[in-house]
């Protein structure tokens, strides 16, 4: 998306001490900032669900010939509190200009090595204390009645999972986001690690060629913090939908959620970024906010505005350089397969370690995943939501999905350097993105 958006174990876990404040509602306001959003209007993919068609995907804007060629201008990584980034030049076979930008890791055409980034899941506890009763189908406004009903990943769920796999925030510590597995972008192995990883190494396989062993973007250690509960007492902000049959057949996993976009995005930076900072988390590290089964809209209470799944951004006072996520693990099934468990939080990370920023700019395309008109950044998402890879079965026997993601090559153009010569880690984009498009 434009910048940024969608529309996010055996691992130690570290419980933070019982001093974490626990987040309550206060008055607040949009941060003003542009966050891109992956948007899946959720009445549309409900009626995809009943004709059996794909669902619907737009991106939606939300406020608060030669090969191609790199020149590095500047690596710089540390561990004293700053992302280990590499700044590149690169020139597009698309346009014929050169393009700046900057990721995160080592600079694999010219100082190739490993990287370690500290992450810190963060389970959001949301308490909601509205129930959908009807919808408008004109307004898309939502009657609710009072009801009070908690999404808790920290909790089991044996409604919509099983055990021994029934805590949602254990089950996405345990996947292959951050838990090494075997990963093969088509006949080419790019190693026994995390996704993420394996996607770096896909991306620039060919100029990596024998250091492919030594190079590495490894999210370690990746820690579970305590979970932060947020109180939403007012409809706007949060509305529990706790009839399976609420939106008609086919019936989903209730209840889920939908929450206010605007002022929960408020609140992480105003309130919960800066409680964080005596847990571990600083501009060097990643935190990834987490709920589960709920959606965002603005407001919470109007189906029309429903559903981001998920997005990075940063933030940070006085300077923000501190990067971070959101993501939706869903198990209600509502949106349908292509958008459940990790499928979003392969999506955003893919996203931020290519455009930490959202700023990367590239040749304008468009017209495929979520991007329906022009989109002029390096989003590796967007171009193939919601097109999955082949799911990745976990030694706690449960099955994960992640979203296939774009090679760097499709968006600049010229004879592909990623795995394989294709231009998409499971092959689907076997070209370029073509001539750039143009804007209305």
């Known amino acids: 998306m434009p910048r940024k958006k969608w529309m996010f174990n055996a691992l130690a876990v570290l419980l933070v001490a019982a001093t974490m404040p626990s987040m309550s509602q206060q008055s607040a306001t949009p941060s003003g900032k542009n966050i891109p959003a992956t948007y899946v209007p959720l009445l549309e993919a409900r009626k995809a669900l009943q004709t059996g068609k794909s669902t619907s995907i737009r991106q939606k804007t939300i406020r608060a010939a030669s090969s191609t060629a790199m020149t590095e201008v500047k690596a710089e990584s540390d561990d004293s509190g700053r992302l280990p980034l590499w700044t590149f030049d690169a020139y597009s076979a698309r346009d014929g200009h050169h393009h700046l930008g900057a990721m995160v890791g080592t600079d694999p055409f010219n100082h190739p090595g490993t990287s370690k980034v500290p992450a810190q899941i963060i389970p959001l506890i949301l308490k909601m204390h509205s129930v959908a009763v009807s919808v408008d189908s004109t307004t898309g406004v939502i009657t609710t009645k009072p009801g009070k009903v908690t999404f808790d990943p920290t909790q089991p769920d044996n409604s919509c999972l099983a055990a021994p796999n029934s805590v949602p925030a254990t089950l996405l510590g345990q996947s292959p986001i951050f838990n090494a597995a075997p990963f093969s972008f088509g006949p080419t192995f790019v190693g026994n690690t995390q996704y993420i990883d394996a996607f770096q190494r896909g991306n620039f396989y060919q100029v990596l060629g024998e250091n492919l062993a030594s190079y590495h973007l490894l999210l370690d250690p990746v820690n579970t913090l305590r979970g932060v509960e947020i109180d939403l007492a007012s409809p706007a902000l949060g509305v529990a939908v706790t009839d399976p049959n609420f939106f008609g057949p086919p019936a989903f996993c209730a209840p889920m959620g939908l929450v206010d976009f605007y002022w929960l995005d408020f609140y992480l930076n105003d309130r919960v970024l800066p409680a964080l900072r005596d ?136 004879p592909s350097i990623g795995a394989n010569g294709w231009y998409s880690n499971n092959g689907t984009f076997l070209s370029d993105a073509g001539p750039p498009c143009l804007y209305d």
């Open 279 to 414: 847990h571990g988390v600083n501009p060097g590290t990643l935190p990834m906010f987490m709920i589960y089964n709920t959606f965002e809209g603005a407001p919470a209470n109007n189906i029309f505005s429903c559903c981001v799944l998920g997005y990075h951004s940063f933030g940070g006072f006085p300077t923000p350089t501190q990067t971070y996520t959101l993501v939706d693990f869903d198990t209600t099934g509502a949106l349908g397969a292509p958008f459940e468990n990790t499928v979003v939080t392969a999506h955003e990370l893919g996203e931020w370690a290519n455009d930490p920023f959202g700023i990367n700019l590239v040749p304008p395309w468009g017209g495929t995943g979520q991007v329906s008109g022009c989109q002029s950044n390096l989003e590796v998402g967007d171009p193939l939501t919601p097109t999955n890879m082949p799911p990745v079965t976990m030694p706690n026997g449960f099955s994960y999905q992640l979203q296939e993601l774009t090679f760097f090559s499709w968006f600049f153009g010229g």
